[in-house]
């Protein structure tokens, strides 16, 4: 059974950081392009990042070009999200996301909480 | 970036009556090479994640019911749910995967009227 477990939310002050995570099991996770998405609230689902097979290859929003950086290890099945210099704007729920078919998404994390907040 | 915009932000319907999204993007995300709408849509209800209903604009991805149909073309397109079920309660968004650059619709809310 494919699993994508994120972790590693929480409370942060403006300015600070936090590194999510997003351990896969279930299928050959290296086979796979990857992405995160986040939900904000009152805005819906915004998506944030992207990263190819190898993680030589990566794409970001605007919003957060600069400040994320997507990596990923494929000995660890395990997808990243490092966040630097947080924003108010930048809280929601972010999942990350198995890309199936090399654009749509079959399979997706239950999500872990980030706020940013003073 | 390609810009989503849904309508409307929000729609009540009556058990059994036909719930209508729209989703239109600002420029085409019609590829002519291959004639391929690239357009997803989602459900996403609260505390799960999201699920792809349709890819490619109109093909209902395995296992889901056959009331929720996808249509549309270039820039224009539409989400249909006949015959509205309790368990169809949930936001609905349009993605495009034409660009690098994914971009959601801002969402639409289905409730029962």
């Known amino acids: 059974e494919v699993q994508l477990v994120e972790s590693g939310g929480g409370l942060v002050q403006p300015g600070g950081s936090l590194r999510l995570s997003c351990g896969a099991s279930?299928?050959?996770?290296?086979?796979?392009?990857m992405h995160w998405v986040r939900q904000v609230p009152g805005e819906g689902l915004v998506w944030v990042s992207r990263?190819?097979?190898?993680?030589?290859?990566?794409d970001y929003a605007d919003s957060v070009k600069g400040r994320f950086t997507i990596s990923r290890d494929n000995a660890k099945n395990t997808l990243y999200l490092q966040m630097d210099s947080l924003r108010a704007e930048d809280t929601g729920v972010y999942f990350c996301?198995?890309?199936?078919?090399?654009?749509?998404?079959?399979?997706w994390g239950q999500g872990t909480q980030v706020t940013v907040s003073s | 970036d390609i810009v989503m915009t849904q309508s409307p932000d929000s729609l009540a319907v009556s058990l059994g009556e036909r719930a209508t999204i729209n989703c239109k993007s600002s420029q085409s995300i019609l590829y002519n090479s291959n004639n391929k709408n690239y357009l997803a849509w989602y459900q996403h209800k609260p505390g799960q994640p999201p699920k792809l209903l349709i890819s490619w604009a109109s093909t209902r991805e395995s296992g889901v019911p056959d009331r929720f149909s996808g249509s549309g073309s270039g820039t224009d397109f539409t989400l249909t749910i006949t015959s509205l079920q309790a368990e169809d309660v949930a936001f609905y968004y349009c993605?495009?995967?034409?660009?690098?650059?994914?971009?959601f619709g801002q969402g639409t809310k289905v409730e029962i009227k």
């Open positions: 279930g299928f050959i996770f290296s086979y796979y392009w």
């Open positions: 990263i190819n097979l190898n993680g030589s290859s990566t």
């Open positions: 993605q495009q995967y034409y660009d690098v650059l994914r971009t």
């Open positions: 996301a198995r890309v199936a078919d090399g654009y749509t998404y079959d399979h």
